[in-house]
């Protein structure tokens, strides 16, 4: 009789186990959408700004100015030059003697509007952009840690199985963190991680043309190569998180 309530008890202890293993799981793969999600619009950003300020140089534009490492501002042409408010009033005086219409936003018969994204989206826009994604990469990798080292302790407590694919996910995803953090904010500039401040993109990005063939290799390698690496890494955690949950069903005998 004692054996019996010994197998029901086992049998209870690891229903318990399984339907907690249930909720980190589902937990972990959400998060593990949005990192990936992050890191997406975090690329999107970088190239957005590099390919946009890079083709602005030379031209009459908004500039962006770095202030310090996490705040820039956006300077107009007539800020940077005291004689721009002159030579746009003496232009402007030219053509409405000569009668000539200026508007870059007019739209010639049979002829579709196109759509100017500068009208819409500005650096400014982009750069509180790359702030706010990158406050959410990190809260969310700590998050995807703490689910797989829960889910390794159950599988622990519970003998649910698959322990060397758990372990493995365990030490990628503190892999992951470690590279993802920002080190270069606390460390200084000989060490960087993924995430990155706005204010290190567009130092970057200003530095970029006076830059060696191998510097601008560097700038590659930081601001896409970097997140590239980190996201083949939380790739390879998810991977054995998955083979863990199908050796826990094998032992088990569910499937």
Not at 85 to 93: D, G, L, N, S
Not at 153 to 179: E, P, T
Request: some cysteine.
């Amino acid at each position: 009789m004692s054996a019996e309530h010994e197998n029901d008890r086992d049998l209870v202890n690891t229903t318990d186990c399984l339907e907690a293993v249930s909720v980190f799981r589902s937990w972990k793969n959400l998060f593990f959408v949005l990192i990936v999600l992050c890191l997406l619009v975090l690329q999107l950003c970088f190239w957005t700004l590099h390919v946009d300020l890079l083709s602005d140089k030379g031209e009459e534009s908004t500039m962006v100015v770095l202030e310090d490492s996490n705040s820039v501002r956006q300077i107009t042409p007539i800020e940077t030059d005291p004689d721009a408010p002159e030579i746009a009033e003496t232009a402007r005086q030219v053509t409405a003697d000569a009668n000539i219409p200026v508007d870059p936003n007019a739209v010639v018969a049979g002829e579709k509007p196109k759509l100017n994204l500068r009208e819409v989206l500005e650096v400014v826009h982009i750069l509180w952009t790359i702030r706010t994604v990158s406050f959410l990469a990190i809260l969310l990798a700590i998050m995807y840690c703490l689910t797989i080292l829960f889910a390794f302790k159950i599988s622990l407590v519970g003998r649910l199985g698959g322990i060397n694919h758990i372990a493995r996910a365990l030490v990628l995803s503190g892999i992951f963190l470690v590279l993802i953090l920002p080190w270069q904010e606390v460390l200084g500039w000989f060490t960087a991680g993924a995430i990155y401040a706005p204010g290190d993109l567009i130092e970057a990005i200003g530095k970029y043309e006076s830059s060696k063939v191998l510097g601008q290799a560097f700038y590659y390698v930081r601001f896409t190569g970097y997140q590239m690496l980190v996201l083949a890494v939380l790739f390879f955690a998810q991977l054995r998180t998955r083979k863990w949950s199908g050796a826990t069903l094998r032992r088990l005998e569910i499937v």
